[in-house]
């Protein structure tokens, strides 16, 4: 089955500390990737994606993901994380062939302790 | 340019009535897919729409249904009404139908709520 798993539903960072969103995806042939972020009744905003070529990608808000294919993975980094960077991270995929829809993994709540 | 809008923002309903959700995508889209977003969940498709046909469905049922106008505005519209049903429903537009990587542009949904 093709799916996407997002591990953990809740991160916890302190301001000024790395941030890592991990992402899986299981499907035999890779899939088009994407990070989206949703902040309080609000949709979706699209931070980063990854098509084709260089696998690290780098998106708005100092956000950055690396697709893996060995690992089939496609975590979400950045450096320092800022208050403004609390909201719910969803990793999405598209399918290569079929509808041009997304299938979302279940969201990663990040909360930024001051 | 403006960009994906929806209506109502907020909306309750009473089990085994009907509803119909809106969605003006943005200038120049010619696709729009509709999402349901469920409490504490990620979002899933439900249809999209190109050029005014339906162009891919996710496990919802027929009771689930949809159009696209002309101008590429959306409905939704749900029967029967079940309580299952409440939920954030997301309208997201782009360019191109199944080919290429466009990107899907969210509007800021409808909560709809069935009692």
């Known amino acids: 089955a093709q799916s996407v798993t997002q591990l953990g539903s809740h991160v916890s960072v302190s301001e000024g500390a790395l941030v890592l969103l991990r992402c899986n995806y299981s499907?035999?042939?890779?899939?088009?990737l994407f990070w989206y972020v949703q902040y309080p009744n609000q949709g979706l905003q699209l931070l980063l994606k990854?098509?084709?070529?260089?696998?690290l990608v780098k998106g708005i808000n100092g956000f950055e993901a690396e697709f893996k294919k060995s690992e089939t993975s496609f975590h979400l980094t950045k450096p320092s994380a800022h208050m403004s960077d609390a909201a719910e991270y969803f990793c999405a995929v598209r399918y290569q062939t079929g509808a041009n829809n997304l299938f979302f993994g279940t969201g990663t709540r990040l909360t930024v302790i001051p | 340019e403006t960009g994906v809008t929806q209506s109502p923002t907020h909306l309750i309903k009473t089990r085994g009535q009907q509803v119909t959700l809106r969605c003006s995508s943005q200038?120049?889209?010619?696709?729009v897919s509709w999402y349901q977003q469920a409490l504490g969940q990620g979002p899933q498709f439900i249809f999209q729409?190109?050029?005014?046909?339906?162009?891919g469905r996710g496990n919802f049922p027929p009771r689930f249904s949809g159009l696209q106008f002309p101008n590429y505005s959306s409905e939704l519209n749900v029967n029967a009404l079940e309580l299952d049903d409440s939920a954030l429903y997301l309208c997201a537009s782009s360019l191109g139908g199944t080919s290429g990587v466009y990107e899907q542009y969210f509007g800021p949904g409808t909560r709809l709520t069935v009692t």
């Open positions: 200038s120049g889209h010619n696709t």
């Open positions: 729409y190109y050029r005014e046909e339906e162009n």
């Open positions: 990854y098509t084709t070529g260089a696998t």
């Open positions: 499907s035999s042939v890779p899939p088009y």
